[in-house]
Nanobody
Framework: QVQLVESGGGLVQPGGSLRLSCAAS????????MGWYRQAPGKPRELVATITAGGLTNYADSVKGRFTISRDNAQNTVYLQMSSLKPEDTAVYYC??????????????WGQGTQVTVSL
């Protein structure tokens, strides 16, 4: 069993910054892709950013230049540094990881979500 635990959400004013963290634990052989998704009320879940084990990153156009994804492979942890936050960034942010539990067996895992609210 694998668990993803997120932290770092909260309330921030427009223009502010937040840093999200997500730590994976459990029966982990290796982790390929890690990433962040978000879901605003009444909207589908959308990709925010992903990062491979080798450090290749991908961002949604809406967050390019404002958000930075990074990871610590030794700690099985992924981070999302969010700057210049806008009210439209308000959503529940979910951590995702493609985890190998042995050499050939992998599946996607999700965290429980952390609320980010950008408001005056």
């Amino acid at each position: 069993q694998v668990q993803l635990v997120e932290s770092g959400g909260g309330l921030v004013q427009p223009g502010g910054s937040l840093r999200l963290s997500c730590a994976a634990s459990g029966s982990i052989f290796s982790i390929n892709r890690m990433g962040w998704y978000r879901q605003a009320p009444g909207k589908p879940r959308e990709l925010v950013a992903t990062i491979t084990a080798g450090g290749l990153t991908n961002y949604a156009d809406s967050v390019k230049g404002r958000f930075t994804i990074s990871r610590d492979n030794a700690q099985n942890t992924v981070y999302l540094q969010m700057s210049s936050l806008k009210p439209e960034d308000t959503a529940v942010y979910y951590c995702n990881a493609l985890v190998y539990t042995d050499t050939y067996l992998s599946r996607d895992y999700w965290g429980q979500g952390t609320q980010v609210t950008v408001s005056l």
